[in-house]
């Protein structure tokens, strides 16, 4: 359902809308809130967080249209506004389209021109939404961001969201290029950046395949989440593809690239970690697990995938394993038994 605020302040609107919409509001497609002005129509968006477009007059007591315009885009930049106003010179419609207006509509509404106005919005909304939503779950789409999503980077609805954290179960694998710090003594910046973004490449893709998470970028390493059903499968076969494929790559400049992988499953905390001030940070994984997946990874020799003894005990039916034996992991107590996934 779609929750749509109409600011007007003719007192016979409200059931003209209402019987227009009388379906789509029996259906449960659409919600309207109503306000008499832009002080008012502000009002009903505390209460109601969850509206999703305006439909807007300008002419308003207290607070006109114009200037309601201008404080969704201080305050609540997701929300977009349709401008329904008699006033439709092009003097009015160059200020609101300015001051961040989605459309434009005059008086007297064609109310088949209104519906298909307010579907082509709330798609659009809709599209941001999902785009934020994606941005927390992988950083690398960050580049494509719309700059509406950034903005609401800095309001009080995504400070809020960093309390949306929970433990989660998982898989998490960290995926190094050995050696790689020594192309990058005696190569080019553009010659290493070069190499090192087409060996992502491939490994993202082989990422993505088992449905995978790119958690960051981390040098030369990837960590990775998987999460849902068979997620410790899923990100082994990931990894073997990974390691497959880059051992079939040919030396470019001199360097054979090869991977180190340490993955580990389990309980972690998922939530935002960084800095709100900065405005920079990672929808990421945290915890006892995925510290010990990257010792795994620094304890792994060239073209080794390592797991955990109790990783080792989930999918000792559906791999190949052998076992390296008890290792001194950094900040562990006790010896932890490694198992080399073969196949």
Do not use: W
Request: charged share 25%; net charge negative; hydrophobic share 40%.
């Amino acid at each position: 359902m779609t929750k749509i605020l109409v600011a007007d302040d003719e007192a016979d609107l409200e059931t003209l809308i209402r019987q227009k919409f009388r379906q789509k509001i029996r259906e449960q497609q659409y919600e309207f809130v109503f306000a008499v002005n832009g002080q008012d129509a502000l009002h009903k968006i505390e209460e109601h967080p969850d509206i999703e477009i305006v439909l807007s007059d300008i002419n308003m007591p207290e607070m006109d249209g114009l200037t309601l315009l201008t404080k969704l885009g201080e305050g609540n930049p997701l929300i977009k506004a349709v401008m329904v106003s008699a006033y439709g010179d092009m003097d009015n419609i160059r200020v609101a389209m300015n001051r961040g207006a989605f459309d434009f509509i005059t008086k007297p509404v064609n109310f088949q021109d209104l519906e298909l106005t307010m579907e082509k919005t709330i798609g659009h909304v809709k599209q941001l939404r999902e785009t934020l939503k994606a941005i927390k779950e992988n950083n690398i789409l960050k580049m494509y961001v719309d700059e509406n999503v950034l903005n609401f980077m800095g309001t009080r609805e995504y400070e809020n969201s960093l309390t949306d954290n929970e433990t989660i179960e998982g898989s998490v694998a960290f995926i190094d290029i050995c050696s790689f710090t020594s192309i990058s003594e005696k190569e080019t910046p553009d010659t290493v950046v070069k190499m090192l973004n087409q060996y992502f490449d491939l490994m993202v893709k082989e990422i993505i395949a088992q449905n995978g998470i790119v958690d960051k970028f981390i040098g030369d390493c990837i960590m990775a989440v998987f999460k849902g059903p068979f997620h410790l499968d899923r990100a082994i076969d990931a990894c073997l593809s990974i390691k497959s494929k880059i051992d079939q790559l040919p030396a470019d400049h001199g360097f054979t690239p090869k991977v180190s992988i340490g993955i580990n499953s389990g309980e972690m905390v998922s939530g935002n970690i960084g800095s709100a001030t900065l405005k920079r940070l990672d929808y990421t994984v945290i915890g006892d697990i995925v510290n010990t997946a990257q010792r795994l990874q620094g304890a792994a020799g060239i073209n080794q995938v390592l797991i955990t003894e109790e990783c080792y005990e989930k999918v000792k039916q559906s791999f190949s394993c052998k076992q390296i034996g008890a290792s001194t992991l950094k900040n562990k107590a006790a010896k932890v038994m490694l198992y080399e996934v073969l196949n």
